[in-house]
């Protein structure tokens, strides 16, 4: 295994050659057996690295000490370092009685001449201009931009905008009659809306579904599943964000372009919150 390479994870960097750990740039203090189990990691993400394979690189072979203590008091300093989490594992996940694995997505980058990871490799979205960035990148909301939030708090605001939605279709189609009166008071074809409107809701109920139990059954990889659904998303909530105009001869056109500008910002929330979920 080549000395200098540097393998990027997340907004973290770890520098073989320097033996250093970064996190957007900046150096993170590790001691050395905690860094060398994480090398062992990355080295091999998605693969198990058993118990034994970590004792023999981390304790040679004439050393006596508490291995189960040892290594699980090095597993748990290198996920605080992470700010991982065994329970909701982003980076290590613990196989019970056979060793760990490395979940997150891991960049070999090589590091020609030592002169560390930041110098000589290729930059990060985070470092280019935004001009040079996808929109995805250079308007929205980037993981590194964001804070650490209790996981509780995350997910319960994003159970709840699941739920609000669903709530809206339910409501909509339940009283599909009185929704078509209101619709024949505001636009020129009603039964086109209506249409659009039943379709919509259909497409949009097992897509809530999904990621109510996504959430609420804590699957991991969400942030990518949610990524490729976010543009069906998107277009969904941009739809219903028009919805409060039905009821603009009850509440008035002010009030109904209040509530649509709000609602036109919770799709945005609601990927916010993913990647809040696993920053």
């Known amino acids: ?3 200098n390479q ?5 907004v973290f960097e770890a520098d073989r050659g320097s033996g250093e750990l970064r996190k957007s740039g900046m150096r993170v203090r590790i001691q050395e057996q905690p860094f060398q189990a994480l ?5 091999r993400p998605g693969e198990v690295v058993s118990r034994e394979e970590l004792r023999q690189k981390l304790w ?3 050393t006596f000490v508490d291995f189960d203590h040892g290594l699980n008091t090095i597993i748990n300093k290198l996920r605080e370092v992470l700010g991982d989490s065994a329970s909701s594992p982003r980076f290590i996940e613990t196989l019970a009685k056979r060793g760990y694995r490395f979940l997150a997505a891991v ?3 090589p590091n ?9 490799a290729a930059p990060t979205a985070a470092d280019q201009p935004l001009r040079n960035q996808p929109l995805s990148t250079a308007v929205l909301t980037r993981p590194e931009e964001l804070p650490r939030v209790p996981q509780g708090y995350v997910r319960v605001l994003f159970l709840l905008i699941q739920v609000m939605y669903l709530s809206f279709y339910t409501v909509a189609l339940a009283r599909l009659s009185v929704v078509e009166e209101m619709l024949a008071h505001v636009v020129s074809r009603p039964s086109l809306a209506t249409i659009a409107l ?9 897509i809530r579904c999904y990621l109510l139990s996504a959430v609420s059954f804590d699957i991991q ?6 990524s490729k659904l976010f543009p069906a998303v998107l277009v969904l909530d941009l739809l219903w964000a028009l919805a409060p105009f039905l009821l603009s001869p009850e509440i008035g056109p002010g009030l109904a372009l209040g509530i649509t500008a709000a609602l036109l910002y919770v799709p945005f929330a609601q990927r916010t919150l993913v990647l809040m979920r696993e920053s």
Do not use: N, Y
Not at 39 to 43: D, G, K, N, P, S
Not at 198 to 206: E, L, N, S, Y
Not at 221 to 226: A, I, S, T, W
């Open 112 to 120: 020609h001449g030592g002169k560390g990871g930041v110098v000589d």
């Open 198 to 206: 039943i379709v919509t809701a259909v497409i949009g109920i097992p």
């Open 39 to 43: 090398l062992m990691l990355v080295e």
């Open 107 to 109: 960049e070999v980058v």
């Open 221 to 226: 990889g969400l942030r990518g599943k949610f």
């Open 60 to 62: 040679p072979a004439d």
């Open 1 to 3: 295994m080549p000395q």
């Open 6 to 10: 540097i393998f990027r994870f997340g």
